[in-house]
Nanobody
Framework: QVQLAESGGGLVQAGGSLRLSCAASGSIFNAMTWYRQAPGKQRELVATILRGGTANYADSVKGRFTISRDNAKNTVYLQMNSLKPEDTAIYYC?????????WGQGTQVTVSS
């Protein structure tokens, strides 16, 4: 059974930074992804990183967020800089294994103006 444990959310002022972490149990996953869901909105992809380090970002976070991973620790990170109030959301870690989709419990990020 795959388990994902996110941490690092919190309250920060606009322009500030936060670093999210997601530790995964089980095998090393090819892709590890961060999603977010703001109140009243659909869940959206923020960034994804492949095992070899190739990363892709949503246009809304390019240049501000950086995704990285430590395969030895089976952990993915999301460094969020220059945060904006519109980044306020619950951030979820996601992996897929053998066609099964796994989600973490989410971590709240709130950016005040």
């Amino acid at each position: 059974q795959v388990q994902l444990a996110e941490s690092g959310g919190g309250l920060v002022q606009a322009g500030g930074s936060l670093r999210l972490s997601c530790a995964a149990s089980g095998s090393i996953f090819n892709a590890m992804t961060w999603y977010r869901q703001a109140p009243g909105k659909q869940r959206e992809l923020v960034a994804t990183i492949l095992r070899g380090g190739t990363a892709n970002y949503a246009d809304s976070v390019k240049g501000r967020f950086t995704i990285s991973r430590d395969n030895a620790k089976n952990t993915v990170y999301l460094q969020m800089n220059s945060l904006k109030p519109e980044d306020t959301a619950i951030y979820y870690c996601n992996v897929v294994q053998w066609g099964n989709i796994y989600w973490g419990q989410g971590t709240q990020v709130t950016v005040s103006s």
